[in-house]
């Protein structure tokens, strides 16, 4: 998939750019419908996390590292047989670390763009996004990431 030194940059990168609360908070895009905790955890009806309790580091990097890797499995799919750089797999590990799965999948014309390993194209088409105009800032270097890959 990606080699040890991009797998540990795209970890690092994806923590910067949730950053890390340690307390239960409303998801800035989505409000109080989508309780978020951690690196941009999303708290299901199945986790333990409760509001109003402030958690450890140490748990926090467990459930990251939990994501991260339903995450890395995600992409997986979203890209297929294909070989692509790793610079295409960690964007796209990002994506699906945001958003899901199940999001991540709508994203048909991204995702036709990196099989044919046209990765300009995919470029303009993760830039053409919602998702990209909501978070610009964030998306910004990623979409420069798979341009130049």
Known sequence: MMTEQY????RERLKIHEGCVLKIYDDPLLGAAAPTLFYGHLCTASDPWQPG??????????VFEEDYAIAK?????????VEVPDEVISVVVEVAFNIGASRLAGFKLFRAA???????????????????RQLETRYKPLVELIREA
């Open 73 to 81: 499995e995600d992409a997986k799919k979203f890209i297929g047989d």
């Open 7 to 10: 797998d540990l940059e795209t």
């Open 114 to 132: 990196i099989q044919d390993q046209n990765f300009v194209e995919a470029s303009f088409q993760l830039e053409d996004s919602k998702l990209y």
């Open 53 to 62: 309790i402030t958690y450890t580091q140490a748990q926090a990097e467990a």
